[in-house]
C-alpha cells in the first residue's frame, strides 16, 4: 500500500476487507498504518497493489 499523499509505502497481508464499502476498502493493523502514515489521521486515501 502507497499513502497517495506521501507516497510513504508498506507490504502488508489484508485480513479482512472494510464492511462498509467504497471509500473504505481495508481496515489496517496499528503497526502497518504507522509505516504510512501517523496514527492520529485514522483514515487515508491509498493505492493498493495484489
Known sequence: ???DA???STVCTVDDREGAGYP???DMSP???SQIADIGQGVVDV???W
Do not use: K, W
Open 6 to 8: 506521501t507516497g510513504a
Open 1 to 3: 500500500m502507497v499513502n
Open 31 to 33: 503497526e502497518g498504518f
Open 24 to 26: 473504505r476498502v481495508v
Open 47 to 49: 493505492t493498493i497493489s
